[in-house]
């Protein structure tokens, strides 16, 4: 299965979208939230009536899978080092000189901040030489974003969850790499689905794409490889809608190989320095999808807090959805 052939994106088009759907000064010209703002009291309240059976989903991927492959950005898979262990408590070497001692496990992890399941701030994509909300690129500096960093998220990730199971609503395990998700496709998947996507809402796209690699046990080509994903034209979707977030199961959301020759990633060039959309990559869905499918429920009350990382341009996430 494959999209008919759509034009090619260009840089113009870029521009002119980027213009027609920006939300610049839309929350105030010092606003550091975007799309954000559209989450309220109310709706968090009436995500939290959501909670009717009470079953947890975790939709972190396990962050020792090692996906990425050094395709994009010189990012690594996780490192995780034990600082003490057990050999070190029964071999003495905790015990000092014998008096009062503790005997522990201790350890360390280093990860890029984008390296699995995370989201991205609205300091992570400039559109020439701006951000989200006209501040310049140059506010992020070595000593990270002075403006639009990912801890101020911190407390606002969480409201009305929905997944959207494109895979599944076509009768897919998976969709096939450079399959483009369209409006219609987003809109139809809904409506079968039964699920009304509303302003505020944290949309999650599942494409199978992910379990995949995982059945496989193979991740070549995931991170900055050929995948499905949306289109660029639902970047009008994403600002009609009003939605909060968008999240999917695939490296970077958007289809690949890109739907432009003059730009890379052009959906992201829109979608977060224009519409300032919270956006989540790598988010594990599969145990999600299936229960949902059961009981024909989409909809769910969703939490998914950044680290506290005060100007970085993305924070890993274990987000969880509540049915």
């Not at 088009?13 to 010209?29: F, P, Q, V």
């Not at 057990?86 to 890029?112: K, W």
């Not at 990912?150 to 409201?159: L, P, Q």
Request: charge should be negative; hydrophobic fraction near 40%.
């Amino acid at each position: 299965m494959a999209n008919p052939s759509r034009p090619k994106i260009t840089r113009a088009d870029i521009y002119a979208t980027a213009k027609e759907l920006s939300n610049w000064g839309r929350w105030g010209d010092d606003d550091q939230l975007g799309t954000v703002n559209n989450v309220t009291p109310e709706d968090i309240v009436g995500a939290a009536k959501l909670i009717r059976k009470g079953k947890t989903f975790a939709l972190g991927l396990d962050l020792k899978q090692k996906i990425q492959s050094g395709l994009f950005g010189g990012r690594w898979n996780l490192i995780h080092q034990m600082l003490a262990t057990g050999t070190d408590a029964v071999t003495g070497e905790q015990d000092g000189d014998g008096r009062a001692y503790l005997r522990y496990a201790d350890d360390a992890i280093n990860m890029p901040c984008q390296g699995s399941t995370q989201w991205d701030a609205l300091c992570h994509i400039f559109l020439d030489d701006k951000m989200y909300n006209g501040y310049s690129a140059t506010e992020v500096t070595v000593n990270g974003a002075k403006c639009l960093g990912v801890e101020n998220y911190r407390d606002k990730m969480v409201g009305r969850g929905v997944l959207l199971d494109i895979a599944r609503w076509k009768g897919l395990s998976s969709l096939p790499d450079g399959y483009a998700i369209t409006n219609d496709d987003l809109d139809q998947c809904a409506a079968v689905q039964g699920v009304e996507i509303r302003k505020g809402d944290f949309v999650i796209v599942r494409t199978g794409h992910q379990e995949r690699c995982l059945a496989a046990g193979d991740w070549s080509g995931y991170a900055g490889g050929d995948a499905p994903g949306l289109s660029f034209e639902t970047a009008r979707w994403i600002k009609a809608h009003d939605i909060a977030a968008i999240c999917a199961d695939t490296w970077g959301c958007e289809v690949r190989p890109n739907e432009s020759d003059e730009a890379n990633q052009p959906w992201h060039w829109v979608v977060i320095p224009a519409i300032g959309v919270a956006m989540g990559e790598i988010f594990y869905v599969k145990d999600l999808a299936a229960d949902c499918a059961e009981d024909r429920v989409y909809e769910f009350f969703f939490t998914a807090p950044p680290l506290h990382i005060p100007g970085a341009a993305g924070s890993p996430i274990n987000p969880q959805a509540i049915k």
